[in-house]
């Protein structure tokens, strides 16, 4: 890990957050570098929104120590805030203003003046590609138009630090590639991202490293392919032709290697870790002669989703 406060955005260090019987975070270390996207990956319920809360000052930690920017959570938490911005899960606009109007509006509570309020709020709506709604209620925006509005509004004032907690949850393919898009430009500004995301794709197609956490613990940290190599090179990818037969093959799939089957949930694939060759071999051939018909397998690097499910035991949440 990095130890280096001059090159880190994120220094975190033991950090632990309790609700009553509750340890929602259990000491977590953490460090971000300046200008890098990093995700933190999680179930429901893993940590990841407390931990974040936490690190943006909403929330005091019961134990540990963080910086952000160079500055102090517990002796210089007002420096801490002026250098960061949050989007949180949930839009926080006036529905009843325009788009226009919600911006001039934060940008007048950030100190901009009457017409550097209104420039400000325009360069914003430009370069979010929302000019065209600019004076149209926010009640009357899409799910990703809402989305990329809430991110314009944390960006008022540039910070040094952007917390996004799952930027596209609810939204659409498209509107999601759109807000992808603008987190990458974020990055290459200078900006560093942090995001909380249930969503794999996402971390994978966003994030320079990627850390795992569940029931309030950090378990996993490292690049994708560190991640995927860390699991295993090796995972047998069977489709069944019937999917009657998902339970007992299973079963046989997890007898013959040693290792618990995940199902994808939309069809009749089942993935398990298979360690050689030789042995998806043997459990191809143990499920023919069981009587399942297999209509396809193949043997291959495990996804971000595999991983997922070889570091939690649990599934991640369905996209939809």
Do not use: C
């Not at 420039?119 to 914003?124: G, I, K, N, P």
């Not at 007992?248 to 199902?263: C, D, N, P």
């Not at 397998?297 to 599934?315: I, Q, R």
């Amino acid at each position: 890990m990095q130890d280096d406060t001059g090159t880190a955005a994120i220094r975190a260090r033991g950090l632990k957050k309790s609700f009553g019987d509750l340890e929602a975070v259990a000491g977590i270390d953490l460090d971000v570098p300046k200008g890098e996207i990093f995700a933190i990956l999680g179930p429901n319920g893993a940590g990841k929104t407390t931990f974040m809360r936490l690190l943006a000052t909403l929330a005091s930690p019961d134990a540990g120590e963080a910086q952000v920017m160079g500055h102090d959570l517990a002796s210089a938490p007002d420096a801490v805030r002026g250098a960061i911005a949050m989007t949180g899960q949930f839009a926080s606009l006036d529905e009843d203003l325009t788009g226009r109007e919600n911006l001039i509006l934060l940008a007048r509570l950030w100190g901009f003046r009457g017409r550097a309020a209104r420039a400000r709020a325009d360069d914003l709506l430009s370069e979010f590609d929302l000019s065209d709604a600019a004076h149209r209620q926010v009640k009357d925006y899409s799910g990703g138009m809402r989305r990329r509005l809430d991110i314009a509004a944390s960006l008022i004032v540039t910070p040094g630090v952007l917390f996004l907690d799952e930027p596209t949850t609810g939204l659409d393919p498209t509107a999601r590639q759109k807000v992808w898009r603008l987190i990458r430009g974020l990055a290459g500004s200078g900006v560093t991202v942090l995001l909380t995301t249930q969503y794999l794709e996402e971390a994978d197609q966003l994030a320079r490293r990627i850390a795992v956490v569940d029931k309030g613990r950090k378990i996993a940290e490292g690049t994708s392919r560190e991640l995927k190599s860390a699991v295993g090179s090796g995972f047998l990818h069977v489709a069944l032709a019937d999917p009657a037969g998902l339970d007992a093959a299973t079963e046989v799939l997890e007898t013959q290697l040693g290792h618990k089957v995940q199902r994808n949930a939309e069809d009749t694939r089942l993935s398990v870790m298979a360690e050689t060759p030789e042995a998806a071999t043997a459990a191809i051939t143990a499920l023919l002669a069981a009587g399942h018909e297999v209509a396809d397998f193949a043997l291959g690097s495990p996804s971000l989703e595999e991983v997922f499910f070889a570091l939690t035991g649990t599934p991640p949440e369905d996209d939809a």
